[in-house]
């Protein structure tokens, strides 16, 4: 469980790091307000720093907004727009697995320790 722990803050850092990089530096589209898009993520940091499983769980609903914008400007995009849209929704679905690992993980592991034991 400590092992999917930390690929759900490595993979939150590494879809941040894209993000923020993406938008103001590798291809910007405007001004860069867009990076503004990572802030979610980054309000994810303290309660998985803390193990709360409501953050892992609100965040395995959030990051499907990350997937869906990923899957539509890799489709509508060109270049290298759209290699970086791909690996963010790829990211993204990774984040995913990771998060749904550790809160089935974690559920599991409280529910054997109420049962009594035969």
Same mark, same amino acid.
């Given at each position: 469980?400590?092992?999917?722990?930390?690929?759900?803050?490595?993979?939150?850092?590494?879809?941040?790091?894209?993000?923020?990089?993406?938008?103001?530096?590798?291809?910007? &589209?405007?001004?860069?307000?867009?990076?503004?898009?990572?802030?979610?993520?980054?309000?994810?940091?303290?309660?998985?720093?803390?193990?709360?499983?409501?953050?892992?769980?609100?965040?395995?609903?959030?990051?499907?907004?990350?997937?869906?914008?990923?899957?539509?400007?890799?489709?509508?995009?060109?270049?290298?727009?759209?290699?970086?849209?791909?690996?963010?929704?790829?990211? *993204?679905? *990774?984040?995913? &697995?990771?998060?749904?690992?550790? &809160?089935?993980?974690?559920?599991?592991?409280? *529910?054997?320790?109420?049962?009594?034991?035969?």
């Amino acid at each position: 469980m400590a092992l999917a722990g930390r690929a759900v803050l490595a993979l939150l850092c590494m879809l941040a790091g894209l993000g923020l990089a993406w938008e103001l530096w590798l291809a910007p &589209i405007g001004r860069g307000t867009l990076a503004l898009k990572v802030l979610p993520l980054l309000l994810a940091l303290p309660g998985l720093l803390r193990h709360r499983l409501y953050t892992y769980r609100w965040l395995s609903l959030l990051v499907w907004l990350y997937v869906l914008e990923g899957l539509v400007r890799a489709t509508s995009e060109s270049g290298r727009g759209a290699l970086l849209a791909a690996v963010e929704a790829t990211l *993204a679905v *990774a984040l995913f &697995i990771a998060a749904t690992f550790y &809160i089935r993980r974690r559920l599991a592991d409280g *529910a054997a320790r109420r049962e009594p034991a035969a």
